[in-house]
Every structure is written in C-alpha cells, then in structure tokens.
C-alpha cells in the first residue's frame, strides 16, 4: 500500500526556471493539500483540493499553481522559481474534512520534496 | 498572522516521565484539534485528535486536553519513551477542512 508519493525527494533549481512536483495517492481519497516547511515555521497550506477538478488557495499560495484532473493526482507548478521557495515540500491527502463524524479528518502525508533555488 | 502557535521549540524529558507539549490557538472558529508527529526525512503521522465538544481525549500513552476558554491544548505522552523523540505539531482546523499548524515543538526523550 504506497500511500501518498512525491517526487522527486530532492531537487535543485536554478532563479527562474520551473518545475513541477508530483504528488499521487491510492486511497481514493478526495481530499488533497500541498504543504510548505520551512525551518521553525512549522507548515504551511500552499494550495488544497476538495475533489477533482476543484481547487483552492490556502496559507500562501503566491508562486504556485495547482491542477486536480484525476481524484489520484494533484501536482504542484513553480513557474519562475525564486530562493523564498527554498523549502520541503509535503503533499497529503484526507478521507474527509476534519470534524465530520465518524472522522477524524487525519492527512495522510508523503516524505516530502526538498527543492533549493540558487 | 500566526494563528496556531507552539510557544516551546524544543523539550527535554527523562525516560518514563511525563512530557507536556502545548498549544495556543487565537481563532475561535476552530472546532477540531489534531496532533501530529514528524521524524526526520519523514511526512508528519496522525497522532491524536479532539473536537471542540470534548474537553478530553485518550489514547493509550498520549491524551490531548483541550481548553476552550483559554484557547489553549496540550499533549500528555505517559511514561516517554526514546521512540517519541520526533518534532511535533499541533494544528487546528475549521469547518472548511484546511488544517493550520503551529511551528512545531522538539521532543527530546533521553534514556
């Protein structure tokens, strides 16, 4: 049972370039977030999808773009990659919204991407 | 504006104590509390949650006290043990799903 799969687990990048990090899950999930931690800010909510087709903006999402066309699939686009998007990257899925019941709304998170912009 | 915050970066306990982790949350829309822990070069794992109706919640070694009126949670683990050494989040969510997260705090159980 894979779970949630990133990749790729480490990249560089130079100023300006783009890149886009994949994220894919195998619960039939409907729920999927894209996360950001930097070192002692805890994570942060980039972008967050509540099925395919529809996606949001969380916490911070300047700098991104987000794509659900499948309920598996949830890629995250840098398009002009810049050294504040230095970060590990984290994709995670839920079963359903925290607090309905009967759920705990637990996110089930990948191992992480870790991207530096030089 | 950081609206879940984890005032202690790090913490040290002695096996088979008591370690306390807190939280402090400003947004009284929250209505759901989970808890996460992270080792290194891993994804955060579920750990505990509570709701807004509960006071309390337990789960073997690890029980989650939630106080509303001071907009402040905590995280018991009894007794530590070595494998908790992890960073640990705490985050809070609303009724739209998006889950908030606090800046983490360290746990360092020595033997």
């Known amino acids: 049972n894979a779970g949630v799969t990133q990749t790729p687990k480490f990249r560089i990048l130079k100023i300006g370039q783009s890149m886009t990090l994949q994220c894919t899950q195998d619960?039939?999930?409907?729920?999927m977030y894209w996360y950001r931690q930097d070192p002692g800010m805890g994570l942060k909510l980039i972008y967050y999808s509540v099925g395919a087709g529809i996606t949001d903006k969380g916490e911070v999402p300047n700098g991104y773009n987000v794509s659900r066309s499948t309920t598996e699939d949830f890629p995250l686009r840098l398009e002009l990659a810049a050294p504040s998007q230095t970060s590990v990257y984290f994709c995670a899925s839920s079963y359903d919204l925290a607090g309905t019941t009967g759920n705990t709304g637990e996110l089930f998170f990948g191992e992480g991407s870790r991207l530096t912009v030089l | 504006d950081q609206q879940v915050k984890q005032n202690s970066p790090s913490l040290s306990v002695q096996e088979g104590r008591i370690s306390i982790l807190n939280c402090d949350y400003t947004?009284?829309?929250?209505?759901?509390f989970l808890w996460y822990k992270k080792y290194p070069a891993e994804g955060p794992t579920f750990l505990i949650s509570?709701?807004?109706?509960?006071d309390k919640n337990e789960d073997g070694r690890f029980t989650v006290f939630l106080n509303k009126s001071a907009k402040h949670l905590s995280l018991h683990i009894v007794p530590s043990q070595p494998g908790d050494s992890a960073v640990y989040f705490c985050?809070?969510?609303?009724?739209?799903?998006?889950?908030?997260f606090g800046q983490g705090t360290t746990l360092q159980v020595k033997p």
């Open positions: 985050a809070a969510s609303t009724i739209t799903g998006k889950l908030i």
């Open positions: 947004n009284s829309m929250f209505d759901y």
């Open positions: 619960m039939n999930h409907n729920y």
């Open positions: 509570i709701s807004s109706i509960k």
